[in-house]
């Protein structure tokens, strides 16, 4: 996905390791010597973004290096390295007698007052917004039953002046002979 993305911002380079990216009337200042973007994502996942993939890829150099040491192989195998010990038997636990005697109670939990709310929370780095397309004329920021858009209109609709209804009958009324 951030490889198509790339493809079609405009890249200018500042100096060797900063670039001005832009896509959309916005545009994104990164370091790639430093790590940051303006966007925040590439400092906050230490992972590149799209913007600075976009600026290694103009520079011709590996993207992989500027992810961080915690996303290598050998740091998550070193994380599960060491041994784990087993807790043993509950009778062979040596416990103080002033822990024994201490009572440890849930904390105490207060439901919120008010609706739930049903949607997510959606992360920082998350922009993704739809917008809703009308079935008749194709246009975006509205749907088929609110469009005013539309070539062709049933006359007896809400979206037509009543009064412009109200004369077209009377006209084809007074047009039949009987």
């Known amino acids: ?3 198509a993305l790339c493809l079609r911002y405009l890249v200018e380079q ?3 390791n900063t670039f001005n990216v832009k896509y ?3 545009t994104f200042f990164v370091d790639l010597e430093k790590r940051t973007c303006t966007c925040r994502q590439f400092d906050l996942d230490e992972i590149p973004c799209s913007h ?3 600026g290694i890829d103009k520079l011709y150099r590996n ?3 500027y992810c961080s040491k915690w996303y290598d192989i050998m740091m998550y195998k070193n994380t599960y390295n060491g041994s784990l010990n087993p807790v043993g038997d509950k009778e062979d636990w040596n416990i103080p007698e002033d822990i024994k005697q201490e009572i440890l109670l ?3 939990y207060k439901p919120a007052v008010g609706r739930r709310k049903k949607q997510r929370y959606k992360s920082a780095t998350e922009t993704f917004k739809m917008s809703t397309k009308c079935g008749r004329c194709r246009r975006t ?3 088929k039953k609110t469009c005013k858009f539309s070539p062709a209109l049933h006359p007896y609709s809400k979206k037509h002046n009543t009064n412009e209804a109200s004369t077209s009958c009377k006209a084809q009324s007074s ?3 009987f």
Request: charged fraction near 10%; charge should be positive.
């Open 175 to 177: 047009s039949v002979a």
């Open 1 to 3: 996905m951030f490889l």
């Open 14 to 16: 500042l100096q060797t």
């Open 63 to 65: 993207k992989y290096k």
């Open 106 to 108: 849930p904390p105490i």
């Open 52 to 54: 600075a993939i976009a």
């Open 141 to 143: 920021g509205h749907n």
């Open 24 to 26: 959309n009337q916005k």
